[in-house]
């Protein structure tokens, strides 16, 4: 099976421009998280979505939106960019729901991210 | 959320046992201790996790202290391909609708040396 995907792998903007960045999820998996990594650093929790809802937000600017889809893909967008949202960013997903004691239910799974540079 | 601290970075041989140690003093009741790990340029990779018993997988094994404030994530058998950088981190237990983040640190950087 396949495993997260994210595309574009790699990622040239400049400053101002606006960028989307995808992401497939396991098959069956209906969470989907997104995470910013900056050099250097753990990566910081962006959104998280499932069943096509939010159901968590990190504390990043309202420049920073994503959305899930009917079929559990998401979108992560970003407007007004700038010189430090160069990062790696990381999408997880899981099968979500209850899941119960922190079962197998929440256990996340990451792609191997998009690396964007803003110039 | 309660907070882990990690040693920076450490060096473990080829072959031998590499211990891990992680101090998460204000853990609460109901969150578990999740390792995860990741590898240059790759995304996180979920290692093992424990409540209160020690936990072993094919992995590896993890050691949590009967006053839970501190956990150790032991690799067997260390070969250079386990160089990463290692997260502990500490998340509640899950309830339906509640987000799921987790929340990482700065991690230890493990070195496997030949």
């Known amino acids: 099976d396949a495993g997260v995907t994210q595309s574009p792998t790699h990622l040239i903007k400049t400053r101002g421009q606006q960028v989307t960045l995808r992401c497939s999820p396991i098959?069956?998996?209906?969470?989907v998280s997104w995470y910013q990594q900056v050099l250097g650093q753990g990566p910081q929790f962006i959104f998280q979505y499932y069943e096509k809802e939010e159901r968590g937000r990190g504390n990043f600017p309202d420049r920073f939106s994503a959305r899930q889809f009917p079929n559990y893909s998401s979108e992560l967008n970003v407007n007004a960019l700038l010189l430090g949202d160069s990062a790696l960013y990381l999408c997880a997903s899981s099968l979500g729901g209850a899941g119960g004691a922190s079962g197998i239910n929440n256990e996340q799974f990451f792609g191997p991210g998009t690396r964007l540079t803003v110039l | 959320d309660a907070k882990t601290t990690q040693p920076p970075s450490m060096d473990c041989a080829e072959g031998r046992a590499a211990n891990l140690p992680c101090n998460h003093s204000?853990?609460?009741?109901?969150?578990?201790v999740y390792w995860y790990r990741q590898i240059h340029s790759q995304g996180p990779q979920y290692i093992i996790h424990g409540l209160k018993n020690n936990e072993t997988n094919e992995m590896a094994s993890l050691i949590i202290t009967e006053d839970r404030k501190s956990s150790t994530l032991i690799l067997p058998h260390a070969t250079l391909r386990d160089t990463a950088v290692y997260y502990c981190?500490?998340?509640?237990?899950?309830?339906?609708?509640?987000?799921?983040?987790?929340?990482f640190g700065s991690g230890t950087q493990l070195t496997v040396l030949p």
């Open positions: 098959s069956g998996h209906k969470s």
């Open positions: 204000t853990i609460s009741g109901n969150e578990y």
């Open positions: 981190i500490v998340r509640p237990k899950i309830s339906s609708g509640s987000a799921r983040q987790l929340t």
